[in-house]
């Protein structure tokens, strides 16, 4: 996301050491407690409750409202002094949160207007690898931004840790003034909010009036950086001018809404609050980087955070949201609600190069943020304390490697989560360690991270890790060395998918296809709030620095969705809706890499990244901007589709639409959803199933599509019509396409990719087919 042009003049390297934990979180409560309220009756918990609207009630105002949610509660406080009510929700949920006793709870049941009660859940931000800067270079910066007026005037709010106000990404320098009537409260006094940042709240049990700063965690800042980081001229390391900074919308503002805390992680309350805050406040875009940690949810139904982005989407706000950091094993998605946009991660072509030579010649190259003029570079006896196979030694925890002599070593330990490795490295060196290879495990495939070590170390990848084990094993007195390499670009296959990414299917949504995109996510470059060492004196607030995880994929589509609305603002076009620009998004994505070869999945050795991994593919913003067709999904529709996932069950219904007259009078099933890409189950006894799709013209008036297929191995497709054409903007053509299986059924659980492409002279449609056989 962070674009340098021109003044590189000198090699800077530059290396500070993390002695925190990115967040540390308290394990969640079940997703789906529905039936009971909790074991402990004389516990207090919170819980989101909710209730319906008598009939022809009309609340006047706020008041009014918070006075009936009230009236739910035994009484106004707990014993404690503490209020019981903590947020009456307006827009987000129907409903208020509270602390109850599951007792309290279930006498509440019996009131009239009562309809559930969930006890809150805890998420996590969704980057689990932190690292440092170590040179600032180009990324991404083919997007296009120069026809998309930059953002301006689209407000992205910012779900997350808070920000750093003073960090020049958020300078209002060039900034248009404020939207008119825009109204959101700025916890910030000194400096305060500015152009940039247009507002700054706090939640946390309760609205808070304390300041959302963002203070050494990052992850906030990190991603307002992407998403909307302003221009920052001579970014500046050491005193050294590299050139020009920005995010993916550099004048989008930005509206900062603190729901995750370092203690407590993001609890479900306080997520809502900011989404029924930033409703209010009119946002354009929802930024959430927010997700749940195992148990994965298995039911969008009971997740309340999906109810609140539901009634967001029906205001015409774009969620954006992260697919996970739970790869490579399949059905590890966080979030899969149609409505949400999905984001998985890529790699980029860049890498920090740390090369590992082992005594016969052979070569390794590996990743790191060490730096380099203390290298290894003569051979150095290699140990590798787990070859007998005990997990605390092979993974180099602390104090298993007491009884072995790794002085003056290179030691070989297998990778951990995060911030583990650094104080592998830590255990390594107090124990006399000279060096360390990390070696990824089988499912971390080719995914290494520059992570700032506190001595030489080399990541590795599985495949090379075996490779050194087998020189281990064979050689009487093995050695290796460690030599810096610095910045690589130009690394191949890229982008490619990474192995955290969560991956699809989602079994409970009908079928549609989940992640819907990818971005870039591994080692990203963005805005810092803290400074960096060991010379810290020359950067101050100018600082950036790598992270990576699916927070910082989501964080770059949201920056793109930024540049779509400001362009069809900015060209005076219709304002699309939100499947509109999801499906901008999804039918350009490029399931190709950069060498045209299909998007390579790093969790494997050679695999190719499918359907239910990556999804449509890799965002482009350039044609994004300019799909030629969409798919538009009506309200009424996923209407429908709620009561199709539900079975019919209008009560469930209504906890979505906040209509308690709500009826399930149309039912669809998942695939008839008017989604851009088609997932379409056959089950051993259908053996052929037809799909309708509707396509409304935002290309030029006059333009003729043909159809391309792709078919799956087993399955025949045909269509309608093969070719449309089209005569005038907004006009609608419906096609429909019929899915038959050609031979015997492969078998329940198998699943098979295939493609449809409408075809202009200028255009390029392309809806991602998945069967579920
Ligand atoms: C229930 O919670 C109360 C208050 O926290 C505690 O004193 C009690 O031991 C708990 N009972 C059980 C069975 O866990
Ligand atoms: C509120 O109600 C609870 C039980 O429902 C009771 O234990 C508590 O004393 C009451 N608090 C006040 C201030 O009345
Ligand atoms: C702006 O918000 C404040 C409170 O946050 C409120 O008192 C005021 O009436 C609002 N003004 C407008 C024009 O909505
Ligand atoms: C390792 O354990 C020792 C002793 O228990 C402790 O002093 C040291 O801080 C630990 N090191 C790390 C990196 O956790
Ligand atoms: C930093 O990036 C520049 C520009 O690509 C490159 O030439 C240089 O080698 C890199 N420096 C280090 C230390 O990696
Ligand atoms: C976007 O797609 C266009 C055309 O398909 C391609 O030329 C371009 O390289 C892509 N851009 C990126 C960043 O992938
Ligand atoms: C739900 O009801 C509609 C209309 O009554 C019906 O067409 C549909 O088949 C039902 N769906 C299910 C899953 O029962
Ligand atoms: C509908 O869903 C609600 C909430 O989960 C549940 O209480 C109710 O039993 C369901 N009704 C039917 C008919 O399944
Ligand atoms: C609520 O649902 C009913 C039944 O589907 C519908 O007629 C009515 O228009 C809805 N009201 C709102 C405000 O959406
Ligand atoms: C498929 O059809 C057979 C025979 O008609 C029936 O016994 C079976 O339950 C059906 N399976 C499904 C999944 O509908």
Redesign the pocket.
């Known amino acids: 996301m962070v674009e340098f042009k021109g003044g590189f003049n000198s090699f800077l390297l530059l290396v500070f050491f993390l002695s925190f934990n990115i967040v540390l979180f308290v394990h969640g409560q079940p997703l789906s407690v529905v039936s009971d309220y909790g074991g402990n009756t004389s516990q207090i918990q919170t819980y989101i409750v909710h209730v319906s609207k008598p009939k022809g009630s009309n609340f006047l105002g706020a008041e009014d409202l918070e006075n009936w949610h009230k009236s739910f509660l035994p009484n106004s406080t707990l014993d404690t002094g503490e209020p019981r009510l903590l947020y009456s929700y307006k827009e987000a949920i129907g409903g208020f949160a509270a602390r109850l006793t599951p007792e309290e709870v279930r006498a509440m049941k019996k009131m009239e207007g009562f309809l559930r009660a969930n006890p809150s859940q805890r998420f996590e931000l969704q980057s689990t690898y932190t690292h440092n800067f170590l040179n600032l270079s180009t990324l991404f910066g083919a997007w296009s931004t120069s026809n998309s007026f930059f953002g301006e005037g689209i407000i992205i709010g910012v779900l997350d840790m808070g920000i750093h106000l003073p960090h020049p990404s958020f300078d209002d320098e060039g900034m248009p003034p404020r939207p008119k ?1 825009w ?3 700025c916890n910030f006094q000194r400096p305060s909010c500015n152009n940039k940042v247009i507002g700054a709240q706090t939640f946390k049990y309760g609205p808070s009036t304390i300041p959302p700063i963002d203070k050494d965690q990052g992850h906030g800042t990190h991603v307002a950086g992407i998403a909307a980081g302003n221009f920052v001229d001579n970014a500046e390391v050491l005193d050294q001018a590299l050139g020009r900074a920005a995010g993916m919308a550099p004048k989008a503002f930005i509206s900062v809404y603190k729901v995750c805390w370092i203690d407590i992680g993001c609890d479900s309350i306080d997520v809502i609050a900011g989404i029924d805050q930033a409703i209010q406040d009119g946002v354009h875009i929802l930024q959430m980087s927010i997700g749940p940690k195992p148990p994965l949810p298995d039911s969008f139904g009971m997740d309340d955070v999906a109810i609140g982005t539901y009634a967001a989407m029906q205001k015409g706000i774009f969620p954006c949201v992260t697919a996970g950091n739970y790869g490579p094993s399949q059905e590890t998605l966080g979030r899969a609600a149609p409505w949400d946009m999905v984001v998985g991660a890529t790699t980029t072509d860049r890498r920090i190069r740390a090369t590992v030579t082992l005594g016969n010649g052979q070569e390794f190259h590996g990743e790191t943020a060490y730096l380099s003029n203390t290298v290894i570079d003569k051979f150095l006896p290699l140990v590798f304390p787990g070859s007998g196979g005990q997990s605390d030694q092979m993974t180099c925890q602390n104090n298993s490697l007491n009884e072995i002599n790794i002085r003056g070593k290179i030691v070989m330990c297998y990778v951990g989560r995060g911030t583990e490795n650094i104080k592998k490295g830590d255990a390594v060196k107090n124990a006399g360690g000279a060096g360390m290879i990390i070696m990824n495990f089988l499912p971390n495939g080719f995914t290494t991270y520059s992570t700032p070590h506190n001595l030489p170390v080399s990541h590795v990848s599985h495949i090379d890790a075996l490779q050194i084990e087998d020189y281990f094993a064979t050689n009487s007195e093995p050695t290796a060395k460690i030599t810096f390499g610095g910045t690589i670009f130009g690394v191949r296959p890229s982008p490619a998918l990474a192995a955290f990414s969560s991956r699809g299917p989602a079994k409970y949504n009908g079928n549609i296809v989940k992640p819907d995109v990818t971005a870039p996510g591994v080692n990203i470059l963005s805005a810092w709030p803290v400074e960096v060492g060991p010379f810290p004196s020359g950067l101050k607030t100018k600082t950036f620095n790598f992270m990576s995880g699916t927070s910082m994929a989501a964080s770059h589509v949201s920056g793109i969705v930024a540049l779509i609305m400001s362009k069809l603002k900015n060209d005076n076009k219709r304002k699309w809706s939100t499947s509109e620009i999801q499906s901008a998004l999804i039918t350009t994505a490029n399931t190709f890499d950069l060498d045209g070869k299909p998007m390579f999945d790093e969790a494997t050795y050679r695999n190719s990244a499918n359907i239910l991994q990556r999804g449509a593919g890799q965002v482009n913003a350039t044609n994004a901007m300019d799909p030629g067709l969409v798919y538009n999904i009506e309200s009424d529709d996923y209407v429908a589709y709620l009561c199709g996932i539900f079975s019919n069950n209008s009560t469930v219904v209504q906890y979505f639409t906040q209509n308690y007259t709500q009826d399930c009078t149309r039912s669809i099933s998942g695939d008839q959803l008017n989604y851009p890409s088609i997932g379409v189950p056959i089950g051993s006894n259908s053996s052929r199933i037809t799909v309708s799709r509707t396509l409304t013209n935002v290309g030029d008036a006059r333009e003729i599509y043909n159809a391309k297929i792709i078919e799956p191995p087993s399955v025949k497709m045909d269509l309608s019509e093969y070719s449309l054409s089209f005569t005038r903007l907004e006009q609608q053509i419906t096609y429909s396409m019929t899915f038959t299986m050609t031979g015997a059924h492969p078998g329940s659980g198998v699943y098979e990719q295939g493609e449809l492409s409408w075809v202009s002279d200028k255009h390029t449609v392309t809806s991602p087919i998945y069967i579920a056989f």
């Open positions: 009537g109204n959101a409260s």
